[in-house]
């Protein structure tokens, strides 16, 4: 008998598999889906009457009995495997708030086969298999302020941006033009320089900056909720019009970087790229002080329109503003209890300012 016991402990999982698939599952709050887990027995060994217990993110919640930590839940699952069988097993969770929802541990506790004590057998790989729920979406109102008249660039009287293939005559040549910018054909008929004239165009784009780094105290965490809901909004929004956009939000990043950045795209795909971010965003996690990620983005090319998302500080604003005089149009996110609006930089009430926290 102890033989016996001393072999199935030792060889009972020589030839167990959990398969383990890149999979990632798209979903929203309140949805329901399925973790789904493959366990094949190519032994010859019968695992009976056992228990694989499975603890994931809180983000998800199963109807089944579980056991909550802080941050996870812990679920037990009766499972018999046979010799030589395949086994798929489908818990069913619900998506219940923004997040990443992963499995973080796997383990097997099976009853030794005369019941003398049980094998308790850890999977000590990680799970590819995750289920990310985007933010729900919140109204902005007043963002049709910057609603476009058509599908991407529009002509426009007067605008600090030019399309160069949109050429549509010529013109005496002024002190100041641009070098590049001389018809030689004209000139060489006309025997005087010429410059040629491009159509005057607006570029749509917008520039999401997000500030994550909120004041510290009672909903803090509800807080960044609302404000990342209200941006997953204006992505749709900006998809549906066929707006492109890019994202950047004061998370560190590789190699220091003080913000993550999506750049700038348009369409479905992009959409899903911008949700997954959101999804992604840690309110508790390292984020960065948002004067440095402005003093970053200050350097490099920005779209015609931000649109400015959290808490603003006076040396906040004032890099705004430089912008708003380099041609930019800057507005402001202004969110109070459960609505908000989007409302010019520059206009009465259009900013919320906090204390300095560096």
Known sequence: MFFVSHFYEKHVDDYLILE?????IRSYPGDEEQLNLTLIQK?????????????????????????????????EVPITLLSFERKEL?????????????????????????????????????????????PSLKEVKGVELIKPRNNGDHQAKHSIYEQPLLQYGTRPYDHGDPF??????????????????????????????????TVYGTGMIEKTEQMLEHVAYLCRFATERQIPFEIYINVRGKGGVPYVHLPLGEGNQHLMNALELLARIN??????????????VHQQGKSPYIIQIGDLEENHIAVLKRWEQQGHSVYNVEINNLTAKLVPLNSKGGTVLHEQSG
């Open 20 to 24: 383990n698939p890149n999979r990632k």
């Open 43 to 75: 032994g010859i060994l019968p695992i009976l009457n056992a228990k694989l217990v499975i603890k994931y993110d809180m983000v998800l919640e199963s109807t089944y009995d579980v056991r909550k930590e802080e941050q996870t839940e812990t679920v």
């Open 90 to 134: 489908s818990l069913p969770v619900f998506a219940k708030r923004r997040g990443i929802g992963k499995i973080r541990v796997i383990r097997l506790v099976i009853p030794n086969i005369l019941g003398f004590s049980e094998i308790d057998l850890l999977y000590n790989l990680y799970h590819k298999q995750e289920i990310v729920i985007y």
């Open 180 to 213: 590049n910018r001389i018809h030689w054909k004209a000139t060489a008929k006309r025997n005087e320089l010429q410059t040629k004239v491009v159509e005057k165009v607006n570029q749509l784009s917008w520039t999401l900056m997000i500030n994550v780094k």
């Open 283 to 296: 309110p508790l996690g390292l984020t960065a002080p948002y004067k440095h990620t402005l003093s970053y």
